[in-house]
Protein backbone atom coordinates (compact mmCIF):
# COMPACT_ATOMS: atom_id res chain seq x y z
CA UNK A 1 0.00 0.00 0.00
CA UNK A 2 1.45 3.34 -0.86
CA UNK A 3 2.10 5.54 1.88
CA UNK A 4 2.86 9.28 1.64
CA UNK A 5 4.86 10.94 4.30
CA UNK A 6 4.95 14.55 4.85
CA UNK A 7 8.04 16.51 6.67
CA UNK A 8 7.80 18.94 8.44
CA UNK A 9 4.16 18.92 10.06
CA UNK A 10 4.39 22.36 10.36
CA UNK A 11 6.85 24.99 9.96
CA UNK A 12 6.98 28.77 10.99
CA UNK A 13 9.53 31.31 9.52
CA UNK A 14 10.20 34.87 8.83
CA UNK A 15 8.82 36.59 5.90
CA UNK A 16 11.51 36.58 2.78
CA UNK A 17 13.13 33.20 3.79
CA UNK A 18 13.62 30.00 0.94
CA UNK A 19 12.18 27.37 2.59
CA UNK A 20 12.14 23.52 1.40
CA UNK A 21 8.94 21.57 2.27
CA UNK A 22 9.59 17.54 2.09
CA UNK A 23 7.32 14.59 0.69
CA UNK A 24 8.43 10.96 0.72
CA UNK A 25 6.17 7.83 -0.82
CA UNK A 26 6.88 4.01 -0.37
CA UNK A 27 5.91 3.05 -3.69
CA UNK A 28 8.19 4.39 -6.95
CA UNK A 29 5.92 3.14 -9.70
CA UNK A 30 3.72 6.51 -9.46
CA UNK A 31 2.72 8.17 -13.02
CA UNK A 32 2.66 11.72 -11.04
CA UNK A 33 3.32 13.29 -8.39
CA UNK A 34 1.23 16.92 -7.74
CA UNK A 35 1.43 19.66 -4.82
CA UNK A 36 -1.34 20.99 -3.74
CA UNK A 37 -1.89 24.44 -1.39
CA UNK A 38 -5.46 24.72 0.87
CA UNK A 39 -6.27 27.56 2.56
CA UNK A 40 -8.39 26.90 5.58
CA UNK A 41 -11.80 26.05 4.91
CA UNK A 42 -11.31 26.15 1.01
CA UNK A 43 -10.75 23.38 -1.49
CA UNK A 44 -7.19 21.91 -3.15
CA UNK A 45 -5.57 24.14 -5.64
CA UNK A 46 -2.96 22.70 -7.91
CA UNK A 47 0.38 24.37 -7.46
CA UNK A 48 2.96 21.74 -9.34
CA UNK A 49 2.77 18.57 -11.60
CA UNK A 50 5.01 15.93 -11.72
CA UNK A 51 4.72 13.27 -14.90
CA UNK A 52 7.17 10.21 -13.47
CA UNK A 53 9.33 10.92 -16.29
CA UNK A 54 10.36 14.80 -15.14
CA UNK A 55 12.96 15.56 -12.45
CA UNK A 56 11.60 19.15 -12.25
CA UNK A 57 8.65 21.75 -12.31
CA UNK A 58 8.87 25.18 -11.79
CA UNK A 59 6.27 28.26 -11.42
CA UNK A 60 6.98 31.54 -10.42
CA UNK A 61 8.80 31.17 -7.03
CA UNK A 62 7.95 27.64 -6.79
CA UNK A 63 10.04 24.73 -7.68
CA UNK A 64 9.52 20.70 -7.02
CA UNK A 65 11.67 18.09 -7.29
CA UNK A 66 10.78 14.49 -8.00
CA UNK A 67 13.49 11.76 -7.49
CA UNK A 68 11.23 8.25 -8.15
CA UNK A 69 14.11 6.07 -7.29
CA UNK A 70 14.52 7.47 -3.99
CA UNK A 71 10.69 8.28 -3.16
CA UNK A 72 11.06 11.66 -2.83
CA UNK A 73 9.90 15.20 -3.74
CA UNK A 74 10.51 18.92 -2.29
CA UNK A 75 8.60 21.83 -2.91
CA UNK A 76 11.16 25.13 -2.75
CA UNK A 77 9.26 28.21 -2.07
CA UNK A 78 11.71 31.23 -2.45
CA UNK A 79 11.52 34.77 -0.74
CA UNK A 80 8.65 33.47 1.07
CA UNK A 81 5.84 35.95 1.71
CA UNK A 82 2.72 36.30 4.41
CA UNK A 83 0.61 35.50 1.43
CA UNK A 84 2.18 31.86 1.04
CA UNK A 85 0.68 31.05 4.41
CA UNK A 86 -1.08 28.25 3.66
CA UNK A 87 -1.52 23.94 4.04
CA UNK A 88 0.77 22.09 1.23
CA UNK A 89 -0.34 18.95 0.39
CA UNK A 90 1.41 16.18 -1.52
CA UNK A 91 -0.06 13.27 -3.45
CA UNK A 92 0.68 10.64 -6.01
CA UNK A 93 -0.83 9.03 -8.56
CA UNK A 94 -0.15 5.16 -8.99
CA UNK A 95 -2.89 4.20 -11.20
CA UNK A 96 -6.70 4.59 -11.63
CA UNK A 97 -8.02 4.31 -8.30
CA UNK A 98 -6.76 8.01 -7.62
CA UNK A 99 -4.42 10.07 -5.26
CA UNK A 100 -2.79 9.27 -2.09
CA UNK A 101 -2.48 12.36 -0.07
CA UNK A 102 0.25 12.97 2.89
CA UNK A 103 -1.30 14.67 5.34
CA UNK A 104 0.48 18.19 4.78
CA UNK A 105 2.50 20.78 5.74
CA UNK A 106 0.87 23.85 7.93
CA UNK A 107 3.08 26.66 6.92
CA UNK A 108 3.05 30.42 8.69
CA UNK A 109 5.00 32.74 7.20
CA UNK A 110 5.73 35.75 9.88
CA UNK A 111 5.30 38.91 8.61
CA UNK B 1 -14.45 28.83 -16.21
CA UNK B 2 -16.42 26.79 -13.63
CA UNK B 3 -13.97 24.06 -13.62
CA UNK B 4 -15.41 21.43 -10.33
CA UNK B 5 -18.53 23.13 -8.52
CA UNK B 6 -19.61 21.83 -5.38
CA UNK B 7 -23.00 21.70 -3.66
CA UNK B 8 -23.97 22.21 -0.99
CA UNK B 9 -21.06 23.84 0.63
CA UNK B 10 -22.37 23.21 3.90
CA UNK B 11 -24.90 20.75 5.28
CA UNK B 12 -26.11 19.34 8.75
CA UNK B 13 -27.98 15.70 8.69
CA UNK B 14 -29.18 13.84 11.72
CA UNK B 15 -28.64 10.43 12.47
CA UNK B 16 -29.99 8.06 9.77
CA UNK B 17 -31.25 10.75 7.43
CA UNK B 18 -30.05 10.87 3.41
CA UNK B 19 -28.60 13.01 1.06
CA UNK B 20 -26.80 13.32 -2.04
CA UNK B 21 -23.70 15.75 -2.31
CA UNK B 22 -23.67 17.12 -5.54
CA UNK B 23 -20.52 17.38 -8.02
CA UNK B 24 -20.24 18.71 -11.38
CA UNK B 25 -17.64 19.66 -14.25
CA UNK B 26 -17.38 21.34 -17.34
CA UNK B 27 -13.44 20.27 -18.50
CA UNK B 28 -14.50 17.31 -20.37
CA UNK B 29 -12.89 15.01 -17.95
CA UNK B 30 -13.14 11.34 -17.95
CA UNK B 31 -11.86 10.41 -14.55
CA UNK B 32 -14.32 11.90 -11.16
CA UNK B 33 -13.40 11.15 -7.79
CA UNK B 34 -14.54 11.69 -3.88
CA UNK B 35 -12.50 12.00 -1.24
CA UNK B 36 -13.14 12.83 2.39
CA UNK B 37 -10.84 14.91 4.87
CA UNK B 38 -10.89 14.25 8.53
CA UNK B 39 -8.43 15.95 11.04
CA UNK B 40 -4.79 13.81 11.07
CA UNK B 41 -5.93 11.45 8.59
CA UNK B 42 -5.28 13.35 5.66
CA UNK B 43 -7.80 12.37 2.37
CA UNK B 44 -9.25 9.24 1.77
CA UNK B 45 -10.67 8.08 -1.44
CA UNK B 46 -13.85 6.92 -1.23
CA UNK B 47 -15.24 6.14 -4.81
CA UNK B 48 -14.32 6.93 -8.23
CA UNK B 49 -15.16 6.92 -11.90
CA UNK B 50 -13.13 6.15 -15.11
CA UNK B 51 -15.68 7.27 -17.46
CA UNK B 52 -19.90 7.30 -18.02
CA UNK B 53 -21.45 4.38 -16.42
CA UNK B 54 -17.76 2.70 -14.76
CA UNK B 55 -17.27 3.52 -11.09
CA UNK B 56 -15.56 1.85 -8.52
CA UNK B 57 -14.50 1.52 -4.75
CA UNK B 58 -11.38 3.48 -2.81
CA UNK B 59 -10.27 2.80 0.33
CA UNK B 60 -13.11 3.91 2.16
CA UNK B 61 -16.24 3.54 0.39
CA UNK B 62 -18.63 1.92 3.18
CA UNK B 63 -22.36 4.11 3.57
CA UNK B 64 -21.62 5.84 0.03
CA UNK B 65 -23.43 4.69 -3.20
CA UNK B 66 -22.19 6.85 -6.44
CA UNK B 67 -23.34 6.63 -10.20
CA UNK B 68 -22.49 7.91 -13.36
CA UNK B 69 -24.75 8.40 -15.96
CA UNK B 70 -23.12 11.87 -17.55
CA UNK B 71 -19.71 13.14 -18.19
CA UNK B 72 -20.22 15.54 -16.26
CA UNK B 73 -22.20 14.67 -13.46
CA UNK B 74 -20.57 12.41 -10.18
CA UNK B 75 -22.79 12.53 -7.24
CA UNK B 76 -22.42 10.77 -4.03
CA UNK B 77 -25.01 9.26 -2.02
CA UNK B 78 -25.12 9.02 1.89
CA UNK B 79 -27.38 6.14 1.92
CA UNK B 80 -28.32 6.17 6.11
CA UNK B 81 -26.04 9.34 7.57
CA UNK B 82 -23.74 8.47 10.85
CA UNK B 83 -21.72 11.13 12.80
CA UNK B 84 -18.35 9.25 11.78
CA UNK B 85 -19.48 10.80 8.15
CA UNK B 86 -19.28 13.91 9.94
CA UNK B 87 -16.19 14.94 7.15
CA UNK B 88 -15.70 17.15 4.52
CA UNK B 89 -15.93 15.92 1.12
CA UNK B 90 -14.29 17.19 -1.74
CA UNK B 91 -14.70 16.14 -5.89
CA UNK B 92 -11.86 16.16 -7.95
CA UNK B 93 -11.75 15.64 -11.74
CA UNK B 94 -8.92 14.99 -14.16
CA UNK B 95 -8.40 13.62 -18.02
CA UNK B 96 -7.86 9.92 -18.91
CA UNK B 97 -4.05 10.58 -19.88
CA UNK B 98 -2.96 9.19 -16.47
CA UNK B 99 0.90 10.75 -16.75
CA UNK B 100 -0.15 13.75 -17.47
CA UNK B 101 -3.45 14.11 -15.54
CA UNK B 102 -3.72 17.09 -13.28
CA UNK B 103 -6.35 16.54 -10.69
CA UNK B 104 -8.83 19.52 -10.29
CA UNK B 105 -10.47 19.72 -7.18
CA UNK B 106 -13.73 21.61 -6.12
CA UNK B 107 -14.58 23.94 -3.00
CA UNK B 108 -15.29 20.90 -0.68
CA UNK B 109 -18.80 19.88 1.06
CA UNK B 110 -18.80 20.52 4.90
CA UNK B 111 -20.78 17.77 6.25
CA UNK B 112 -21.69 17.22 9.72
CA UNK B 113 -24.26 14.47 11.19
CA UNK B 114 -25.34 15.02 15.00
Given amino acids: KQEVTQIPAALSVPEGENLVLNCSFTDSAIYNLQWFRQDPGKGLTSLLLIQSSQREQTSGRLNASLDKSSGRSTLYIAASQPGDSATYLCAVKRGADGLTFGKGTHLIIQP | ?114
Avoid at chain 2, 65 to 70: A, L
Avoid at chain 2, 91 to 101: F, I, N, P, V
Fill in chain 2, 1 to 114: NAGVTQTPKFQVLKTGQSMTLQCAQDMNHEYMSWYRQDPGMGLRLIHYSVGAGITDQGEVPNGYNVSRSTTEDFPLRLLSAAPSQTSVYFCASSSWALGEAEAFFGQGTRLTVV
